[in-house]
């Protein structure tokens, strides 16, 4: 099985609505978006996914958040702008973009908020297709 996996960043404001605490104030991070995808077969020229398409699927999807108040975007009008909602965007996002095959082996979408924190969204390994599972004995 192959895996590949590719970055962007954003800088952003934003705040939690429902949360008492600092990040209950305005303020900003600047995020770092990673996506990774598996595969088992390559192509002709010996890749799994293109890096340069999905850097930059990934980077337009980026880019829409970037020097924003994520708060006023409509993707998060309804939802909290925490890390683990801002990954789900992403994974959701980006499965729209890329094609069937490679839509089919997203693997998880994961934004760090500071270098030391991070919040991750994937399917759960049930939804995982058996072949893509470790074999168990
Ligand atoms: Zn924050």
Not at 96 to 115: D, I
């Amino acid at each position: 099985m192959y895996t590949v996996s590719v970055q962007a960043h954003y800088d952003s404001a934003h705040f939690l609505r429902n949360y008492k605490g600092k990040c209950e104030r305005l303020h900003g991070h600047r995020y770092v978006v990673e996506v990774a995808l598996q595969t088992d077969r390559l192509n002709e020229a010996g890749i799994a996914y293109d890096f340069v398409d999905l850097k930059r699927h990934l980077r337009e999807l980026a880019d829409e958040l970037d020097h924003q108040n994520l708060n006023d975007l409509p993707p998060f009008r309804d939802v909290e702008t925490s890390a683990e909602n801002q990954a789900r965007y992403f994974f959701d996002e980006l499965k729209k973009r890329l094609p069937e095959e490679q839509a089919a082996g997203l693997l998880y979408a994961r934004v760090w908020e500071t270098p030391q924190q991070w919040a991750q969204y994937g399917p759960s390994p049930a939804a995982v297709p058996a072949h893509r599972s470790p074999a168990i004995s």
